[in-house]
């Protein structure tokens, strides 16, 4: 089969550019300006960001999401610093130790329950202060939604930070699709971050529509004191800044962010609903944004994969992860569902015929 022929529910990542963001980087590309952030655009996009996440914030711009982390995180802890995640999250499982390496310091597991961790869950993974004999405990990261497409209500997040602030800690929040987080429970990026007591944020651009960038948001520049040297070691400092920046001020513009997450999450809920009275598939978590988790019967698999692009992510389990994305189309959805049902129909007939022939 054609790869123009195959239905693509594998990552938000796997969508083209939103044309609201194609335009602003059109436009961008006009004349000369000064490089490394040092231009117009930059302040605009920076002035954007500030309108929704505090006046008091400091944002930096980079090219992806692992280098926001690890930025962000570097900010904040120190080589003999902790930094405890949950045993899911990306800077744990899917940045190649990335934060370790540029942080020096130490990464600490926290159980998870689909990829939320709590108050009690750190206070359990803290153990007793042995002094200099073990990383001082610095920084709580989460990430919002979770990597299981589970997502933080904000008192969670307050609780959090809470927790963090009266231990002399520091909240980071992994959002590389905070939008999506946002758009499902209908409040502003700012009400469940920066309002709420989280002291570093990356805000993702690149699963929302950019072609690509992220941002890091400090709720108070104190936090900032050295992230642009940093970002500098870290490689993110773009010297063509301004078309990431137009990038970030076509997101927030009349709201593309919000329009787009909401629609990416209403293709998730769209492909739940269709498929729902399938017996061989049970969705191992509640579909609150893009993203579905459903255990699948193993012989539903390789027929899919045929003709649809999307992964496994627990191969034991038999999990899938299907993803949608703000191109996603309600054909793309209804498609891979008409294809779901047939393979489903198929394992029917084909176990209706194997009990017959054995009876």
């Not at 590389?176 to 007591?197: E, H, K, P, Q, Y």
Request: hydrophobic residues 45%; proline residues 4%; aromatic residues 8%.
């Amino acid at each position: 089969m054609a790869s123009s022929d195959l239905l693509y529910f594998a990552s938000d990542n796997t969508s083209g550019i939103h044309p609201e963001v194609l335009a602003a980087i059109g436009r961008a590309n006009a004349g000369f300006v000064k490089p490394y952030g040092e231009d117009a655009y930059t302040e605009s996009a920076i002035a954007a960001m500030r309108a929704e996440f505090g006046e008091r914030a400091e944002v930096l711009f980079t090219f992806n999401g692992t280098g926001a982390n690890v930025v962000g995180l570097g900010a904040i802890a120190r080589s003999f610093e902790a930094v405890y995640c949950a045993d899911c999250s990306h800077i744990w499982s899917d940045e190649c130790a990335a934060p370790e390496k540029f942080l020096g310091g130490k990464l600490i597991p926290v159980p998870s329950a689909y990829g939320k961790i709590s108050p009690e869950a750190v206070a359990g993974s803290l153990g007793e202060d042995r002094g200099v004999h073990h990383a001082a405990p610095k920084v709580i990261s989460i990430t919002q939604p979770t990597e299981w497409g589970t997502v933080y209500r904000p008192e969670e997040v307050q609780a959090l930070a809470d927790f963090a602030h009266e231990r002399d800690m520091v909240l980071h929040v992994d959002g590389a699709r905070l939008s999506n987080a946002a758009a499902a429970l209908n409040t502003s990026l700012s009400a469940i971050s920066t309002d709420i007591g989280v002291d570093v944020l990356s805000f993702g651009g690149t699963k929302n529509g950019l072609m690509g960038g992220e941002a890091i948001v400090f709720s108070d520049s104190a936090f900032a004191q050295h992230a642009g040297y940093l970002r500098k070691q870290a490689t993110q400092l773009a010297s063509k800044m301004r078309f990431i920046a137009v990038q970030f001020e076509a997101l927030l513009t009349d709201e593309l962010w919000r329009r787009n997450a909401a629609h990416a999450n209403a293709m998730a809920a769209r492909l739940a609903v269709s498929i729902g009275e399938i017996d061989e598939i049970e969705f191992t978590c509640p579909v609150e944004i893009n993203a579905l988790f459903p255990r699948l019967e193993k012989s539903f698999i390789a027929p899919l994969q045929e003709r649809c692009v999307f992964y496994l992510w627990d191969e034991k389990a038999s999990i899938a992860r299907w993803m949608t994305s703000f191109s996603t189309t309600p054909a793309d959805v209804d498609a891979f569902a008409e294809l779901i049902h047939e393979v489903a129909r198929k394992n029917v007939a084909a176990s209706s015929v194997s009990a017959l022939t054995n009876s």
